[in-house]
């Protein structure tokens, strides 16, 4: 009974494999448990608010990854952890998907709301403008000057090959590639005016068209003037009179690189060059700015009138020309701009004569000198 007893009481041993087993249960419950706390709380992050205080931009630059635009966003403060970032990204199955530009960030917006901009959002346009009558080279003055955008232009474009008008263009895109957007809106614009021009024009080629197009650019600020502007220069080159326009002149002085600040001088006036119109039959030897395309279409096809002649009607632009038929009309026209001149020059005599009347008078005051009348 004793022996019994005590082989009853005797613990029996415990089968190895299972106490193996046992742990790597623990083990793996304990790895899930952390995983998946781990996995709560990077999708809570995530998806929570951000603290951006207020709404931003942020950039991406063409061909940057995943894990580059995390880690800028983290420095720029967007984000608070890249990792958390970049792991959803991948499981999204983002990462091949940034897009490249400036993108609207709004306040306090998540992760989550950040990945959905970059990757599915509208870039920020930015815009590069043209303004009708500019010459190539303060295109690409206007061009270089952009800092947003990058690169350096191959060449300088032929004059006459931009079209005037606003260029979207997204941050980081290339300088070229902008030009080369103005130069095949141009083309596009072109074929179709010249398609569509009067048949009865003395034009030969769309390249010429361009040419008097600037001529009629350059002459003429008031958009409703331009058919009128473009008459005149195609009645007299269908007359075989000369253009005499002085836009011509100083084009031939500048080279479109300045403007002259300056009346023409006679010898300007007489001396021939291949831009002077006073003094060569014709066209002009090329374009002298970048005509818009009411100017353009202005030259394609004129108004139908007689006129030969026009001259300044008022003391500015806008005040638009005077149109004559024949010279003697033309000349009454000249005098009346002769008067308006003249009395230009008074107004700004006067002008000049006031401001130093009050120069002197402040400082006699400040002077303590308040006589009023010669002794």
Avoid: C
Wanted: hydrophobic share 40%; charged share 25%.
């Amino acid at each position: 009974m004793a022996d019994r007893k005590n082989k009853r009481a005797k613990p029996r041993r415990r089968n190895g494999l299972i106490d193996i087993l046992n742990g790597v249960l623990s083990l793996f419950v304990i790895a899930m448990l952390l995983v998946g706390g781990l996995f709560f709380f990077g999708l809570n992050r995530f998806y929570s608010a951000g603290d951006i205080p207020q709404d931003t931009t942020f950039l991406v630059e063409p061909g940057s990854s995943l894990g580059l635009t995390a880690e800028r966003l983290e420095t720029q403060g967007l984000i608070d952890n890249r990792m958390i970032f970049q792991a959803a990204g991948m499981a999204l199955k983002k990462q091949g998907k940034l897009k490249a530009g400036e993108f609207k960030i709004a306040a306090h917006s998540s992760m989550a709301d950040i990945l959905t901009e970059l990757t599915e959002g509208v870039p920020v346009l930015y815009g590069v403008t043209v303004p009708e009558g500019f010459t190539s080279w303060q295109v690409i003055e206007r061009i270089n000057g952009d800092s947003h955008l990058i690169g350096e232009i191959s060449n300088m474009p032929p004059e006459g090959s931009i079209l005037p008008n606003t260029y979207s263009y997204i941050p980081g895109d290339t300088r070229q590639s902008v030009l080369d957007k103005m130069q095949a809106a141009q083309k596009k614009a072109l074929d179709e005016i010249w398609a569509g021009r009067d048949p009865d024009l003395p034009i030969k080629t769309p390249e010429e068209l361009v040419t008097l197009a600037s001529v009629v650019e350059k002459e003429t600020g008031v958009a409703t003037e331009r058919p009128q502007v473009a008459a005149v220069f195609v009645n007299r080159l269908k007359r075989g009179m000369r253009l005499q326009s002085d836009p011509t002149i100083i084009y031939g002085i500048t080279k479109g690189q300045s403007t002259l600040g300056r009346g023409l001088k006679k010898s300007e006036i007489e001396a021939k060059t291949p831009y002077n119109t006073y003094q060569i039959d014709g066209l002009p030897a090329g374009p002298i700015a970048n005509p818009g395309i009411e100017s353009l279409r202005a030259a394609a096809n004129p108004a139908k009138t007689k006129d030969l002649y026009f001259v300044a009607a008022g003391a500015t632009p806008s005040d638009g020309h005077l149109f004559a038929e024949n010279y003697a009309d033309h000349r009454k026209n000249v005098a009346k701009w002769r008067a308006i001149e003249k009395q230009m020059a008074i107004d700004a005599q006067a002008d000049t004569e006031a401001a130093k009347d009050a120069i002197e008078a402040e400082q006699a005051q400040e002077t303590g000198d308040t006589t009023t009348t010669a002794q």
